[in-house]
């Protein structure tokens, strides 16, 4: 069973990935401490930068994206150690390194879909060793209790 605290800031990162304009993935990061949100992040371009999501290839967005947990991170502006952050996508390898870089000492994460794990698999199970390895817990998240 999920807890209320944890129903609430899953539910904060999907909101907060509505705002994303990316039309193909929209993620949302919500960076909590003792149960306060301290920061919110969603993938996107970075500021100044034209929003041209739509019209760029693949390559280029990628190449000009910030992720959900950079943004978050970024705007948090202090520091993160011990903080947790919930994911509405589990982070990629470049993310994870930079959420253990931080300190946050957890990461939330609702279970993947089939069709995530299909494409993404080989970089959640990089990202899962690197957690264990520098001691950042995992939780997984029921996807039913959402």
Same mark, same amino acid.
């Given at each position: 069973?999920?807890?209320?605290?944890?129903?609430?800031?899953?539910?904060?990162?999907?909101?907060?990935?509505?705002?994303?304009?990316?039309? @193909?993935?929209?993620?949302?990061?919500?960076?909590?401490?003792?149960?306060?949100?301290?920061?919110?992040?969603?993938?996107?371009?970075?500021?100044?930068? @034209?929003?041209?999501?739509?019209?760029?290839?693949?390559?280029?967005?990628?190449?000009?994206?910030?992720?959900?947990?950079?943004?978050?991170?970024?705007?948090?502006?202090?520091?993160?150690?011990?903080?947790?952050?919930?994911?509405?996508?589990?982070?990629?390898?470049?993310?994870?390194?930079?959420?253990?870089?931080?300190?946050?000492?957890?990461?939330?994460?609702?279970?993947?879909?089939?069709?995530?794990?299909?494409?993404?698999?080989?970089?959640?199970?990089?990202?899962?060793?690197?957690?264990?390895?520098?001691?950042?817990?995992?939780?997984?998240?029921?996807?039913?209790?959402?």
């Amino acid at each position: 069973m999920i807890s209320k605290w944890a129903l609430r800031f899953i539910q904060m990162a999907e909101l907060v990935a509505s705002w994303s304009k990316d039309p @193909s993935t929209q993620v949302g990061a919500v960076i909590t401490e003792h149960n306060r949100i301290v920061s919110l992040g969603f993938n996107g371009y970075p500021q100044g930068i @034209s929003d041209s999501a739509e019209t760029d290839n693949r390559e280029i967005k990628l190449l000009k994206t910030l992720h959900a947990e950079e943004n978050a991170i970024l705007y948090a502006k202090r520091d993160l150690s011990g903080c947790e952050i919930w994911v509405t996508h589990f982070p990629c390898p470049n993310c994870a390194a930079k959420i253990i870089q931080t300190g946050i000492k957890a990461v939330h994460c609702p279970a993947q879909s089939e069709d995530f794990l299909s494409r993404w698999g080989d970089k959640i199970k990089l990202s899962e060793e690197m957690f264990t390895q520098s001691g950042v817990t995992v939780d997984w998240l029921p996807l039913e209790d959402q």
